[in-house]
C-alpha cells in the first residue's frame, strides 16, 4: 500500500510536468508549421508523422558513468600495449567497434554480434571453455561479465563460484608478459545483489587474480560526481561508493 502511494505521489508530480511539455511541443510544431510553408524544401511535414521527444532539451549530455569511462579507460591501456590483436570477451560492443580502428580486435561471446567492420572479427565463445590454448593470448579484456556469472540472470546456470571459474579461463589463456584488462562493479563491501550483480572490493580482485599476475594500473570510476577515472585512488575514496567501477590492468608474470 505504502509503495503504491509513492508511485501515485510521483506520477502526480510528473504528469502535470509531462502535461507542460507537450503543450509546449505542440506550440514549436505549430510555429515550425508555419515557417515550413514559407520555404520550398521538400520535406513532408505531418501531425501523423510527429515523433514528440520532450525530454532532451538538456543543458548538459547526459551519460553513464560506468560505460563512458570504461571504455575509454581500456580503449587508451590498448593504446598502450598496441599488441598484434586485441582480444575482447563479451564487453560492451562499441569497446570493440573503437578499438577495432587502430587495432585489430577479435570479439566474441555465447551470442556472437552480426557486425562487419575492417579490423574486427566477431566469432562465437564459452567463458567457462576459451578456444585459446594456455599461455597464448597477448592482451584480453572481460569488463562488467565477470560480476554476472552464475547468478542465473542471462539463463546461465546457478553457481556461485562462476565468476572465480570463468576469470580462471581468462588467466590460463594470457601469456607470460601478456595483459588482461577487467571491469569490475567496486565498493567498500563485497557483496552479491542477486540476481543483478557481484559487487567488489580491490583486495578482493587483486587476490583473485593470485601471484602470477602484477597490477599495472587500477582506474575507479565513482558512483557519483562530475570526476573520471581517478588512477591509483585512495582506498578511502572506493569504501565510500557501493556501486563504483572497478578497472583492472593487470600483466602475467609467469
Not at 28 to 51: G, N, V
Not at 97 to 113: E, L
Not at 148 to 162: C, E, P, S, T
Not at 201 to 209: W, Y
Amino acid at each position: 500500500m505504502i509503495l503504491q502511494l509513492k508511485r501515485m505521489a510521483k506520477a502526480a508530480l510528473w504528469l502535470p510536468r509531462r502535461g507542460i511539455q507537450y503543450a509546449r511541443y505542440i506550440r514549436q510544431y505549430s510555429k515550425f508549421r508555419r515557417e515550413a510553408r514559407t520555404t520550398d524544401r521538400p520535406f513532408r511535414l505531418a501531425w501523423t508523422d510527429r515523433f514528440p521527444c520532450l525530454d532532451d532539451a538538456t543543458s548538459q549530455t547526459g551519460f553513464d558513468r560506468h560505460y563512458i569511462y570504461h571504455t575509454a579507460w581500456a580503449a587508451r591501456i590498448v593504446q598502450k600495449i598496441r599488441p598484434e590483436f586485441h582480444i575482447d570477451i563479451s564487453s560492451y560492443l562499441y569497446f570493440s567497434t573503437i578499438v577495432s580502428a587502430f587495432v585489430p580486435v577479435r570479439f566474441y561471446d555465447y551470442r556472437p554480434a552480426k557486425i562487419q567492420l575492417d579490423g574486427l572479427q566477431s566469432e562465437p565463445a564459452d567463458l567457462n571453455r576459451l578456444p585459446f590454448e594456455s599461455d597464448s593470448v597477448e592482451s584480453i579484456s572481460c569488463m562488467h561479465v565477470l560480476e554476472h556469472i552464475g547468478l542465473g540472470r542471462y539463463g546461465d546456470a546457478l553457481d556461485v563460484q562462476g565468476d572465480l571459474k570463468a576469470l580462471g579461463e581468462l588467466k590460463r589463456v594470457v601469456k607470460p608478459g601478456g595483459s588482461l584488462i577487467i571491469v569490475l562493479p567496486m565498493g567498500g563491501t563485497d557483496k552479491i545483489c542477486f540476481n543483478a550483480h557481484r559487487i567488489y572490493t580491490p583486495d578482493t580482485v587483486v587476490a583473485m587474480l593470485g601471484a602470477g599476475f602484477k597490477l599495472n594500473q587500477f582506474g575507479f570510476i565513482e558512483e557519483h560526481g562530475n570526476g573520471g577515472v581517478l588512477v591509483d585512488p585512495d582506498p578511502g575514496v572506493v569504501s565510500q561508493n557501493e556501486y563504483g567501477c572497478g578497472c583492472f590492468w593487470f600483466q602475467k608474470t609467469a
